[in-house]
């Protein structure tokens, strides 16, 4: 079993930032998994926002391009996310995820553990 514990959250001006954790825990946690980090704004579906492999290889969705920088470490089992220019339609739960995948992939489903989601909200 994995444990996921997301941090860092909270309410924040437009074109602001903040820095997000997500720290792993369990017996079968793995430090080759593929870390992701989602997002949920309100009544809509998750969505992609950055992917880090194990080789420290990172993939973000276009729109986040540029502002938001994901990085791990392997050594305290965390991923964070570092968000910056942040824009009020970015208001949404984040939420970390691990995978047995040997790539990162945008899709939800393909990610076998997930955290309880911090709330990010961007005030305009």
């Known amino acids: 079993q994995v444990q996921l514990v997301e941090s860092g959250g909270g309410l924040v001006q437009a074109g602001g930032s903040l820095r997000l954790s997500c720290a792993a825990s369990g017996r079968t946690f793995k430090t080759y998994y593929v870390m992701g980090w989602f997002r949920q704004p309100p009544a809509k579906e998750r969505e992609f926002v950055a992917g880090i492999n194990p080789n420290d290889g990172t993939y973000y969705e276009d729109a986040v391009k540029g502002r938001f920088t994901i990085s791990r470490d392997n050594a305290k089992n965390t991923v964070y996310l570092q968000m910056t220019s942040l824009k009020p339609e970015e208001t949404a739960a984040y939420y970390c995820?691990?995978?047995?995948?040997?790539?990162?992939?945008?899709?939800?489903?393909?990610?076998?553990?997930w955290g309880q989601g911090t709330q990010v909200t961007v005030s305009s």
């Open positions: 995820a691990a995978g047995t995948i040997h790539y990162v992939v945008p899709t939800p489903h393909d990610y076998d553990y």
